[in-house]
């Protein structure tokens, strides 16, 4: 029961680059979420995704690019990788009930150099 | 903008204490109220969530809710060394996303 993976786990890349952070969740869950996590900002949303093919901005979506082609996966692209990107990436998922709870995955750790 | 508050902590106590975690948040539609805990390099892990005023227990870990006040609180009983970690609170904030607080630092001494 693997639940939600998250990959690659750490990635470190170079200024300009274009980097992939992958999400997968075996659960079947509707919603799908993607955070950044910084000292002193706590979670912040990027993007997250109702259903397939249907995707919305969080709180800081600049730079950031997401799609869901299938209901299993939530790909984030950095499509040109700044410094100020370097952070801890969780993708979460929920449920479609009314509870709204949501679990997340081990996280991604970028550097950006 | 909807924010969730939390003192950053660190709170102390010791083994065998009752720790008090408290969150207050300025949407007052928010509905439902949920508990993280975040082990250093970890990601957070639900513990529980409450949806209505009053108390909600699970083991050692009561949730307190009070909507007239827009305060939710953890208390967690016979608190333990390993209970040492970061707590987030958040809250539901509309089409199924939850607004976290920056968390509460928790060290349980033996």
């Known amino acids: 029961d693997a639940g939600i993976t998250q990959s690659p786990r750490y990635k470190i890349t170079e200024t300009g680059r274009q980097v992939t952070l992958m999400c997968h969740q075996t659960w079947s869950h509707s919603y799908m979420f993607w955070y950044r996590q910084d000292l002193g900002h706590g979670l912040r949303l990027i993007y997250y995704?109702?259903?397939?093919?249907?995707?919305d901005k969080g709180e800081v979506p600049d730079g950031y690019v997401v799609s869901r082609s299938k209901t299993e996966n939530f790909p984030l692209t950095l499509e040109s990788a700044t410094r100020s990107q370097t952070s801890v990436y969780f993708c979460a998922s929920s449920g479609s009930g009314a509870s709204y709870e949501q679990y997340f995955g081990p996280g991604t750790r970028l550097t950006v150099t | 903008q909807k924010e969730v508050e939390q003192n950053s902590g660190p709170l102390s106590v010791p083994e065998g204490a009752i720790a008090s975690l408290n969150c207050t948040y300025s949407d007052r539609g928010s509905q439902s109220f949920f508990w993280y805990r975040q082990y250093s390099g970890k990601s957070p892990e639900l513990i529980m969530f409450?949806?209505?005023?009053g108390d909600k227990e699970d083991g050692r870990f009561t949730a307190q809710l009070n909507k007239a006040s827009q305060y939710v609180s953890l208390l967690i009983r016979d608190s333990q060394p390993s209970d040492s970690a970061t707590y987030l609170c958040?809250?539901?904030?509309?089409?199924?996303?939850?607004?976290f607080g920056k968390g509460t630092m928790l060290l349980v001494s033996p």
């Open positions: 958040a809250a539901h904030s509309g089409y199924s996303t939850l607004t």
């Open positions: 409450i949806y209505s005023n």
């Open positions: 995704s109702a259903a397939a093919d249907i995707t």
